[in-house]
């Protein structure tokens, strides 16, 4: 079992950064893969970015490629989110979940862990 609590969310104007993180207890995340994945109002949720469990290449979304980055502590035992160059479209609940699996995986289906969510706003 994996718990995860994502924090960090909040009211920004475009152009500007947040850093989204997620604490995860109950086992280590150095050997598991990991995701943030988003929700938009009226839309379904979508993969934004995944780290392997293998710390291999960290995949992102072609909508935040270049202004978000994932990473990870394994000390901390959290999943961060680094948010650049916010747009008004980034606006969504943001989700870190954590796969079973040992593979990278875009896949919602393949994640068994989910954390509540936190709100970003992106004001224009």
């Known amino acids: 079992q994996v718990q995860l609590v994502e924090s960090g969310g909040g009211l920004v104007q475009a152009g500007g950064s947040l850093r989204l993180s997620c604490a995860a207890s109950?086992?280590?995340?150095?050997?598991?893969?990991m995701g943030w994945f988003r929700q938009a109002p009226g839309k379904e949720r979508e993969f934004v970015a995944g780290?392997?469990?293998?710390?291999?290449?960290?995949y992102h979304a072609d909508s935040v490629k270049g202004r978000f980055t994932i990473s990870r502590d394994t000390a901390k035992n959290t999943l961060y989110l680094q948010m650049n160059s916010l747009k008004p479209e980034d606006t969504a609940v943001y989700y870190c979940?954590?796969?079973?699996?040992?593979?990278?995986?875009?896949?919602?289906?393949?994640?068994?862990?989910w954390g509540q969510g936190t709100q970003v706003t992106v004001s224009s």
């Open positions: 780290i392997p469990w293998n710390f291999g290449t960290t």
């Open positions: 979940a954590a796969s079973a699996l040992l593979k990278m995986t875009m896949r919602e289906d393949e994640y068994d862990y």
């Open positions: 109950g086992r280590t995340i150095s050997r598991i893969t």
